[in-house]
């Protein structure tokens, strides 16, 4: 263990191999080294910076089956719910107010928004508020349509992989096609979105090796951002009885693509937090250096349920922005909600 966390410290290629190690035999030393490997690499890119992002949820329909995910089209007993367009707009306006600079858009693949309903929301949010920093998170879409809301304005787009062995993602995903999601990935990459990739750690079937190529295909694809937190189960889908992520091998995964990615933009996630009740520090602690708290309106926030008792009050609503600062700054940490551009990019403030 000591010699390959000296290769990582060194900036040496890891193997799959030696990641595979890593997961299965790392104890609490050698994890808090991991950690603090990726703290000082985080330091030296972002400073102690915590970059805030205000998330609106801008639909819970969605076309898709993903087994895991509480909103799914499967669930007929999910409560759905769709922001008018003035809604999501006067959602960035009230994060806005509150300092907010960067605003994910996030949805479930919802048909109802047009390709010219989402290039009328993101130029007016983009001509209304002043250099603003605007990310799309609704899905698969064709190659035409990304490149519609890029001219549109858009700077980024989450989509995670969710995992990159084919076998489990067409497990997981009974009619999407795993390479379309890839080919999406690199399509955005190509168009010249800031893109953030990331999946899941412990989705029911998932083993070590899984893991070390999911951290081996972000280094090769080299996002500018990714989202990685624990699977935890929702009481509505077939994975309902399943295990929890881990969170030890969700903290060795974020040290991990801080340390491959070092200038990676990593959220703390509220699955994360929802996991433990010190898991956003922890997070932090592993190279985590974002976090989403919600400016979704109050009465959808409840229904946008992806997975269990995800949280949704205290430090994941935006509404709480002076309450997470405080806390951030106790645990060392100090919040910007500019725009927050990965320093690879011209525009970093
Ligand atoms: N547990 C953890 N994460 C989930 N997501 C969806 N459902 C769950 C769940 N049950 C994640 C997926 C998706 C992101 C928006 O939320 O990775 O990409």
Redesign the pocket.
């Known amino acids: 263990m000591k010699k390959i966390l000296d290769k990582l410290r060194s900036g040496k290629d890891i193997s799959r191999e030696e990641l595979i190690y890593i997961y299965k035999n790392i104890n609490d030393s050698d994890l808090e080294e991991l950690m603090n490997m990726a703290n000082k690499i985080r330091l030296e890119n972002y400073g102690n910076k915590v970059f805030a992002r205000g998330l609106v949820e801008i639909s819970s329909f969605c076309t898709k089956d ?1 087994k ?3 909103i799914n089209i499967l669930n007929k007993d999910a409560k759905r719910f769709r922001l008018s367009l003035e809604d999501i707009i006067d959602s960035c306006k009230k994060g806005y107010r509150l300092g907010f600079r960067s605003f994910v858009l ?1 949805g479930g693949e919802d048909p109802y928004f047009t390709d010219d309903m989402i290039i009328e929301i993101v130029k007016a949010i983009k001509s209304e508020l002043e250099n603003v920093a605007v990310t799309l ?1 609704i899905g698969e879409k064709t190659y035409e349509s990304y490149e519609a809301f890029y001219r549109a304005g858009v700077d980024r787009f ?3 992989h ?1 995992t990159i062995n084919k076998k489990l993602f067409e497990e997981i995903h009974e009619t999407a096609s795993y390479d379309n999601r890839i080919n999406a990935l690199y399509n955005l990459k190509e168009i010249g979105y800031a893109v953030g990739a ?3 750690v412990g989705i029911p079937g998932q083993s070590y090796e899984d893991l070390a190529d999911d951290i081996l295909f972000l280094k090769k694809l080299n996002p500018e951002m990714v ?1 990685l ?6 009481k509505e ?1 077939v ?1 309902k009885s399943e295990e929890k ?1 881990n969170l030890r091998e969700t903290l060795i995964s974020l040290a991990l693509v801080r340390i491959l990615i070092p200038d990676v933009l990593l959220p703390a996630t509220t ?1 994360l937090s929802t996991l433990d009740k010190n898991g956003r520090k922890l997070g932090f602690d592993a190279g985590a250096n974002v976090i989403m708290p919600n400016l979704s309106p109050k009465d959808n926030i409840e229904k946008y349920s ?2 269990n008792d995800k949280l949704n009050t205290g430090i994941e609503s935006a509404d709480n922005i002076q309450a997470i600062e405080n806390s951030m700054e106790a645990m060392g940490y100090v919040i910007s909600k500019e725009r927050g551009d990965n320093i690879r990019r011209k525009i970093c403030l």
């Open positions: 993903c895991y995910c509480g996030q998170s989450l989509l995670r969710e990331g999946f899941m989202g937190g624990p699977f935890l189960p929702h889908t994975y992520g699955a992806l997975y």
